[in-house]
């Protein structure tokens, strides 16, 4: 099982788009254990983009990911790294393919609406970063059986 850390941008919280967005992961059948609303700090927020400081973009990034507040998600499955990124779709709006996230409600490079770590380390890294350790609730989910094969006793 991975947990992946997920925010909902500025852009999508603005524009009403959380509800949308949201469906499409309890819709793929990964789990929610952490979710809040909140507005990044600008230290927190240049932890979470070191890997990009420097490049042209970093600066208005910063910017655009604390101006306005976010909806912040930890997202548990098997595989939920990849399949996450699946879900959201390329970087820009405007290459992002039809379906996914990215694709289907922007057209901008720049405001492209979700952030999903993209590896183990970074997951585990954006959720310390986001999620104090008592925020993040791991509940049973009734459906389970439905969602994966677990006559095996592993989930398939
Ligand atoms: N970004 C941008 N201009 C670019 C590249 C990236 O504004 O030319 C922003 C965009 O919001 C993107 C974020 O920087 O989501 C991080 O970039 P990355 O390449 O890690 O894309 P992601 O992993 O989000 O698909
Ligand atoms: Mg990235």
Same mark, same amino acid.
């Given at each position: 099982?991975?947990? #992946?850390?997920?925010?909902?941008?500025?852009?999508?919280?603005?524009?009403?788009?959380?509800?949308?967005?949201?469906?499409?992961?309890?819709?793929?059948?990964?789990?929610?254990?952490?979710?809040?609303?909140?507005?990044?700090?600008?230290? #927190?927020?240049?932890?979470? $983009? =070191?890997?990009?400081?420097?490049?042209?973009? $970093?600066?208005?990034?910063?910017?655009?990911?604390?101006?306005?507040?976010?909806? %912040?998600?930890?997202?548990?499955? %098997?595989? =939920?790294?990849?399949?996450?990124?699946?879900?959201?779709?390329? #970087?820009?709006?405007?290459?992002? =393919?039809?379906?996914?996230?990215?694709?289907?409600?922007? %057209?901008?490079? +720049?405001?492209?609406?979700?952030?999903?770590?993209?590896?183990?380390? =970074? +997951?585990?890294?954006?959720?310390?970063?986001?999620?104090?350790?008592?925020?993040?609730?791991?509940?049973?989910?009734?459906?389970?059986?439905? %969602? $994966?094969?677990?006559?095996?006793? #592993?989930?398939?």
């Amino acid at each position: 099982m991975e947990t #992946t850390l997920i925010i909902l941008k500025p852009d999508a919280v603005q524009r009403g788009l959380v509800g949308r967005i949201l469906t499409r992961f309890e819709e793929k059948g990964l789990q929610v254990v952490g979710m809040k609303l909140t507005q990044i700090p600008r230290a #927190t927020a240049e932890k979470h $983009y =070191a890997p990009h400081a420097g490049k042209p973009f $970093y600066d208005g990034l910063l910017r655009f990911m604390t101006s306005s507040p976010v909806v %912040v998600l930890a997202v548990q499955g %098997v595989g =939920a790294i990849a399949i996450a990124r699946n879900l959201m779709g390329a #970087t820009f709006g405007s290459k992002a =393919a039809p379906g996914t996230i990215r694709g289907d409600f922007g %057209v901008s490079n +720049a405001f492209n609406l979700i952030h999903g770590s993209d590896s183990p380390e =970074a +997951a585990a890294k954006e959720l310390a970063l986001f999620f104090a350790p008592g925020e993040l609730v791991e509940w049973p989910r009734l459906i389970e059986g439905w %969602v $994966y094969d677990l006559s095996s006793g #592993t989930r398939e």
